[in-house]
């Protein structure tokens, strides 16, 4: 069974950097595209990025510029690096095998000041 787990949400002020990180179990993980995703308070998941086996990125256009999706498939890990940090991307991020319904656990980003 799969096992998604997130690592590297905090606190950062404006114009800052995070990066986040998902580690997969199993042996899913190289075959399958892999997405980031955000929920703000009160609304659904919303798509971040994407990124397919092949390495085939996709933004969402408020952040085009800023993230960057990655993956390592010989680590099972799917990358999220944050630049430009603003406070409209304080959410919970989420990653995603492929599109089954198989999450993290969530990580808290906030950006304030």
């Known amino acids: 069974q799969v096992q998604l787990v997130e690592s590297g949400g905090g606190l950062v002020q404006p114009g800052g950097s995070l990066r986040l990180s998902c580690r997969a179990s199993g042996s899913l993980f190289s075959i399958n595209a892999m997405g980031w995703y955000r929920q703000f308070p009160g609304t659904q998941r919303e798509l971040v990025a994407t990124?397919?086996?092949?390495?085939?990125?996709k933004y969402v256009d408020s952040v085009k510029g800023r993230f960057t999706i990655s993956r390592d498939n010989a680590k099972n890990t799917v990358y999220l690096q944050m630049n430009g940090l603003k406070p409209e991307d304080t959410a919970v991020y989420y990653c995603?095998?492929?599109?089954?319904?198989?999450w993290g656990q969530g990580t808290q980003v906030t950006v304030s000041s």
């Open positions: 990124i397919t086996s092949g390495g085939i990125t």
């Open positions: 995603r095998l492929g599109y089954f319904n198989i």
